[in-house]
């Protein structure tokens, strides 16, 4: 199935009661949120292009550049965003919880304000 988003697009491959599996197009320029979740557990493999990947370590916020065939393992509650330096492809294995993002920051609009 795929999900258009302001960034590109996601392209839901496999999605069961205990895993969801994507493919993350991500447009160059574009970037995910700076987000974390609660519950869902992912890990990320750049497939194609270059990725501007941060991360929290302890109590900052990590920049790494990414290139196809690095991965990163995102844990429950980091914080992270992806930014794409070229057209980029992601493969992404996660728990099933798809609608668990807390958004931090947005371009598109898309945090939620309390």
Not at 45 to 65: P, S
Not at 96 to 105: C, F, G, K, S
């Amino acid at each position: 199935m795929r999900v258009d988003k302001p960034w590109g697009y996601e392209l839901r491959w496999a999605q069961t009661a205990k895993y969801v599996g994507k493919v993350i197009h991500v447009n160059a320029g574009h970037a995910l949120s700076l987000q974390y979740h609660n519950q869902k557990e992912e890990t990320i493999l750049l497939w194609a292009g270059r990725l501007q990947f941060e991360i929290q370590e302890g109590d900052r916020i990590v920049k790494r550049d990414m290139r196809p065939g690095d991965r990163a393992h995102i844990p429950p509650k980091t914080v992270h965003r992806m930014s794409a330096i070229d057209d980029c492809d992601i493969f992404e294995v996660s728990t099933p919880e798809i609608d668990d993002v807390v958004r931090l920051e947005d371009r598109y609009g898309r945090v939620e304000r309390t």
